[in-house]
């Protein structure tokens, strides 16, 4: 297996050479790679205006909206709601006067107070009450707005500014309220933060590809075509033991009838099934359950691909307690028994891993592995 060591290029498969590029930073989300990253490997591979490009786990679609930027077209697909909703709203066309005339009528509108009864617990000590009263109430007007679209990009604008004024911190999986946070008065906030995101859509300069998102499960593609991508760039979930069911259940709560599923590191819901095991410390039952489940993905990537397309896969090694899981390797195992091979692997970040925070069990290597099919 040829590696390659690119450490230089560790920060663009994490969110944050995002923040700074329009559109791609309305919506956190730190599970994501980077706009440079999928540039870069699109230049890698030859891909431009014409070419098909899908990523099975698209988060909240910086694969489809930096094809929307070269001209590739593209078909993202994730499991979870709200980055689906994340990507629809980040690739859609904008009717600019629209924009700014629903923004007049919003921010013309006086305030009333909504009840916060039938809100969690959790939801209430999310916020400070005044700005959660904001949020209720431009929830409301927001989701009058007439135009589909013009409603998605109004209410994605509400969510990313209802986090960024709450007392929710992300960390490692974990959600937490930090009380001492300081929050901004939250009506100036939403108004300048969609002042931000007309301005984006005006400057940013798109070709005019074929974008799609679906929220479906990747283990099934029936609703592909065989044969129709040039190539697959994606970044599976890792396989760790860090639960993100509660991470986004704010957003959930707020935003989408708290309808999400439950939404885990791993892939799919086989490892339920094992989650006993799990529970006894038997940590490979896990492992076992999270490549079952890419298997399944990676023979419906294998038939959806063209003949020589290529498959780009970002994999990060597993820590348990009781070691380093070595990701790629069985990833690449299973790769070639579904018909692929590998052409190099690219060795982007070294992390120490611990046990217990603080006792280092070794290294967790995160690699970008090429593949074609043959
Ligand atoms: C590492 S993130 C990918 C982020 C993406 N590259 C971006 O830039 O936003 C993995 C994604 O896979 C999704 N996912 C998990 N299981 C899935 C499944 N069975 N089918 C489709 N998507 C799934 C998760 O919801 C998550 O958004």
Redesign the pocket.
């Known amino acids: 297996m040829m590696v390659e060591e690119r450490l230089e290029l560790g920060r663009l498969v994490t969110f944050i050479p995002n923040k700074r590029i329009p559109i791609h930073n309305w919506f956190y989300?730190k599970?994501?790679?980077s706009r440079d990253f999928v540039a870069l490997v699109s230049r890698q591979l030859g891909l431009g205006e014409g070419s098909w490009v899908l990523?099975?786990?698209?988060?909240?679609?910086?694969?489809q909206l930096t094809g929307k930027e070269l001209g590739i077209n593209t078909v993202g697909?994730?499991?979870?709601e709200l980055?689906v909703f994340a990507s629809q709203v980040k690739t859609a066309n904008y009717d600019v006067e629209q924009l700014k005339r629903i923004s007049e009528k919003v921010f013309s509108e006086k305030f009333r107070r909504l009840s916060l009864g039938g809100l969690s617990r959790l939801v209430r000590r999310a916020f400070p009450k005044h700005v959660l009263e904001d949020v209720l109430f431009f929830r409301e007007i927001v989701e009058n707005i007439e135009d589909e679209t013009a409603r998605g990009f109004f209410k994605l604008g509400l969510i990313s500014a209802a986090m960024k004024a709450s007392y929710v911190v992300k960390n490692g999986g974990l959600l937490r309220i930090v009380k001492e946070r300081n929050v901004p008065p939250f009506r100036k906030f939403y108004r300048n933060r969609i002042k931000r995101m007309i301005k984006d859509v005006e400057a940013f300069k798109m070709l005019n590809p074929k974008v799609t998102t679906f929220k479906?499960?990747?283990?099934n593609l029936r609703f592909l075509e065989d044969e129709m991508f040039d190539a697959v760039i994606?970044?599976?979930?890792?396989l760790n033991k860090i639960e993100y069911t509660k991470v986004y259940s704010v957003e959930n709560e707020l935003f989408f009838k708290g309808s999400e599923p439950m939404?885990r590191s791993y892939?799919?819901d086989s490892v339920r099934r094992t989650e006993d095991s799990e529970n006894t410390g038997n940590m490979p039952a896990i492992v076992k359950a999270y490549f079952q489940?890419l298997r399944r993905v990676l023979s419906e990537l294998h038939r959806v691909l063209k003949k020589n397309g290529a498959g780009v896969f970002v994999i990060a090694q597993g820590v348990f307690p009781t070691g380093v899981v070595e990701t790629e390797k069985i990833f690449v195992e299973i790769a070639e028994e579904t018909g692929f091979e590998t052409e190099r692997l690219w060795l982007v970040n070294r992390r120490v891993a611990t046990r217990d925070r603080v006792v280092k069990i070794g290294y967790a290597d995160e690699y970008v592995v090429f593949t074609r099919k043959p």
Do not use: K, N, W
Request: contains cysteine; negative net charge; charged residues 20%.
């Open positions: 989300y599970e994501a790679f990523d099975p786990f698209c988060g909240v679609g910086t694969t697909v994730d499991v979870a980055p479906a499960d990747s283990r994606t970044s599976p979930p890792y939404l892939i799919g489940d």
